[in-house]
């Protein structure tokens, strides 16, 4: 099989031509966002703002940083002013059921208008009222019924008196009421007097006198009669006069809003109640008593009885221009359903319906509400708050105090507003298929999934758009330009965040930090524009942050605390290469990778599974490696050896199979007995075949081998052996690309294991021939004379255990 060339410095790295772009700077762009690579995503947008019916909710999902909110506001924003104007909603005073206030929507704007006639009418009854019930025809009238009471109740008791003086008895006005005395020639008779009378002319008087008792009381009886027959006629003339005083004010406002029912009806409700309720407008607050240092007094404490007739209103959108887009930040579930807040008075909580304030779903009602879900589940009850809500197409406001059931206070029950919004999530994938998955509700309520996508094809168009976002971002965070050879740099960087040399990242966080750092870079250099140089110098920037974990483990490898050799030559040993991720930042380090043989049954040990360090994936790996050498060397006969592998100097444990590869280089190498190049480190999986499979994070652990050999010095012989199938992925660092253009560093694509053993170790592997055996000089014929040594000398063995088991 032949070897395959080493990899060109072009093959290694995609380079964005400056002169392709058609400006030679960031400021001759109109600096619009236009979002590329998202045409799924951004088609599921489509359908779910444009679909209208139940349970059509948007969950838009991808890694964050993706632009999932960017894309969102973007599409919203040229949409949503097309679209029209919700109304207005307001809470007013419920006078048959003051603790649940009632709901009227209004049209856009006019909400606020309703709002300001009441307090205009409220200034108006302040003044009317107490001026009808203060002219002189109210007075008069007052105290002719007042004396009419007075006359009735005099000449009933001057009627009475005639009666007793006509029976010479006199009727005497006493401090404790009337009593009757006998009178004698003017004079009333005392008691001693009364006693020297006949007992006739006793008994006659005092017969008149119980008769003249009985009339004066029914006198008394009567009068409670008179005084409510009074009182009647007062509270009758009083609410004439309110209504008459009142109603010019109401006729006035219903005209302004005769077309619409609900105002009316509740006008009407007003009115009847400030005629019944006419002397609240009476009182003066000046005569009521103060009490120190106690809040909510004089005229605020004292105009809150009158908010019964005032207009709380929750949504006003007077200044909204098409269908409202809301992103709420957090959102718990008073944020988003709105609260009803409380005031302490006289060492309580009192609340009316003025003091109910609207949350996120109230102000994007009839439009659309962007939430995190992340932040939304860590919430209490607000996940399910905003189901409920969804579901029944309705918001409903609960105070959270009463919902947890730790307020004893009276609380409102506001009427339910009708729910019209387009609710959408922001998360990631995982938390989206949980949701999915565990949450019945889910999938009923968020039908549509906006799958953002983590990259997007390289192409001409893909960099004019890389080029247009990094503009928009420049403008917004008023940065410095770019000019072409910046952006290309930018543009090359992104195909390394992608992973793959013919793609882009989509990551629009990471490349909005990398100009903003690269502005820094330029402010610090003196230049405008920002240059390529300073891109570069911003992303080695990045990485010399990061690298203090990455620097200790290269000196504890230079210092030979961990043991790596990349000069000799060693049967069954070779470098494997591990990828490390630590935050954001990702590097790779070489890992000494050994095997051992004796004779056995065949099996191949994982020493880092045997301890509880290795994980389900690097055991598959292992377990391949006995499928291959079963399948390739025990055709004939049984393999007679058992092989050890092993990491050393791992101590945090070992997972993933893109080590597979080097440790079949490992097992190879030391059952044909021929050393490995330890100049060389190998990364890339492999079947029982023998194809070898592309694996992730190549260029970090390119750049971490390469790191280590530039720190020891280049020889021109070392280098790394990759998967021919990860070329494609390959977008490494100037110093490695300098180096493999000055031929002292390798990078080999291998296709097949046979490939990779002959670099290796430079003897062929070795093409099985016709009789089935293979060339006895090469690496597969080695490995069958070793198999076939073991093979007899463990039939040997055998044999003689049998002899001896026989003797005994």
């Not at 409920?388 to 059931?405: D, F, M, P, V």
């Not at 960099?463 to 928009?472: E, N, R, V």
């Not at 000799?568 to 070779?574: D, F, L, N, R, Y």
Request: glycine content about 8%; hydrophobic content about 35%; overall charge negative.
């Amino acid at each position: 099989m032949p070897i395959p060339t080493p990899l060109s410095h072009e093959d290694i790295y995609n380079r964005c031509d400056p002169a392709s772009f058609p400006f030679t700077s960031t400021a001759e762009l109109d600096g619009s966002l236009t979002v590329s690579g998202q045409e799924r995503a951004q088609e599921a947008i489509r359908f779910g703002i444009g679909m209208k019916h139940k349970g059509f909710n948007i969950f838009a999902l991808g890694p964050a940083g993706t632009g999932k909110q960017t894309t969102l506001e973007d599409y919203l924003t040229k949409t949503a002013p097309d679209e029209p104007v919700p109304g207005d909603w307001c809470y007013v005073y419920n006078f048959d059921d003051m603790r649940r206030p009632l709901a009227i929507s209004m049209p856009a704007g006019k909400a606020c208008g309703l709002r300001d006639a009441m307090e205009q009418l409220l200034e108006g009854l302040l003044t009317v009222i107490p001026g009808a019930f203060s002219s002189e025809e109210y007075q008069e009238q007052e105290k002719n019924m007042k004396e009419e009471f007075a006359e009735r109740q005099a000449s009933e008791i001057e009627k009475l008196e005639k009666k007793a003086a006509e029976k010479n008895i006199a009727l005497i006005r006493t401090p404790s009421g009337f009593a009757f005395a006998p009178v004698k020639k003017g004079e009333v008779v005392n008691a001693e007097e009364f006693m020297r009378l006949k007992p006739e002319e006793k008994e006659t008087i005092e017969k008149e006198i119980g008769q003249l008792k009985e009339s004066m009381q029914s006198i008394m009886v009567q009068i409670p009669k008179w005084q409510r027959e009074t009182r009647e006629k007062l509270k009758e003339l009083n609410h004439q006069v309110a209504a008459f005083a009142v109603h010019p004010l109401f006729s006035e406002l219903k005209n302004t809003y005769g077309s619409h029912e609900a105002i009316t009806g509740y006008l009407d409700n007003v009115e009847k109640d400030v005629v019944e309720h006419f002397g609240h407008f009476l009182e003066k607050e000046q005569d009521k008593p103060q009490i120190p240092f106690l809040p909510q007094q004089g005229k605020d404490a004292g105009e809150r009885r009158f908010n019964r007739y005032r207009v709380n209103v929750v949504i006003d959108n007077s200044k909204t221009g098409g269908a409202p887009v809301i992103y709420e930040d957090k959102p718990s579930i008073q944020n988003l359903l709105g609260d009803i807040e409380h005031l302490a008075q006289m060492g309580t909580l009192v609340t009316d319906f003025t003091l109910i304030k609207t949350g996120a779903l109230h102000r994007a009602n009839g439009g659309y509400l962007i939430l995190n879900a992340r932040r939304l589940m860590l919430e209490p009850l607000a996940y399910e708050a905003l189901k409920k809500a969804i579901r029944t197409r309705q918001i409903r406001i609960e105070s959270l105090a009463q919902l947890y059931g730790m307020a004893s206070t009276v609380s409102l029950d506001p009427e339910p507003i009708p729910l019209d919004t387009k609710i959408v999530l922001l998360g990631e994938r995982r938390l989206y298929y949980l949701l999915s998955a565990h949450d019945p509700d889910f999938n009923e309520l968020f039908k549509v999934a906006a799958d953002f996508d983590d990259e997007m094809e390289r192409n001409h168009d893909a960099h004019l758009s890389y080029a247009g976002f990094i503009s928009s971002i420049i403008r917004q965070e008023k940065l410095k330009h770019m000019d072409n050879h910046a952006v290309a740099r930018i543009i090359e960087y992104g195909s390394r965040l992608s992973g793959d040399s013919d793609k882009l990242s989509t990551h629009i966080r990471s490349i909005t930090d990398l100009v903003s750092e690269s502005d820094y870079y330029a402010r610090e250099n003196g230049h405008d524009p920002i240059t390529g140089q300073d891109v570069g110098q911003a992303i080695e920037a990045r990485r010399h942050r990061a690298g203090r974990v990455p620097e200790k483990i290269e000196e504890a490898i230079l210092q030979n605390t961990i043991l790596i050799d990349t000069e000799s030559e060693k049967v069954g040993q070779i470098n494997g290469l591990s990828v490390y991720t630590l935050g954001s930042q990702s590097f790779g380090k070489p890992s000494r990778i050994t095997t051992r043989i004796r004779m056995g049954k065949g099996e191949v040990v994982d020493i880092e599974r045997e301890v509880d360090m290795g994980g389900p994936l690097h055991s598959k790996g292992v377990m391949i490696l006995s499928g291959f050498l079963g399948g390739r060397f025990g055709g004939d006969q049984p393999l007679s050896l058992s092989a050890t592998l092993v990491f050393e100097q791992s101590y945090g444990g070992v997972d993933g199979d893109s080590a597979s590869s080097a440790e079949l280089y490992a097992l190879l190498s030391a059952i044909s007995g021929k050393p490995v190049k330890q100049c060389f480190a190998v990364t890339g999986s492999v079947n029982q075949h023998g194809d070898i499979q592309a694996i992730g994070g190549v260029n970090e652990k390119i750049e971490g081998f390469f790191d280590l050999c530039l720190k020891r010095g280049l020889t021109g012989k070392q280098g790394v052996l990759i998967p021919a199938a990860n070329t494609r992925n390959l977008m490494l660092r100037d110093d490695v690309r300098e180096a493999v253009r000055e031929n002292r560093f390798f990078i080999y694509p291998i296709s097949h294991v046979d490939e990779g053993i002959e670099i290796l170790t430079g003897i062929p592997a070795g093409q099985k021939l016709q009789d089935g055996s293979y060339p006895e000089h090469s690496i597969n014929g080695l490995a069958v004379r070793t198999l076939r040594s073991m093979a007899k000398k463990q039939k040997k063995q055998k044999e003689n255990q049998d002899n001896n088991n026989e003797n005994t």
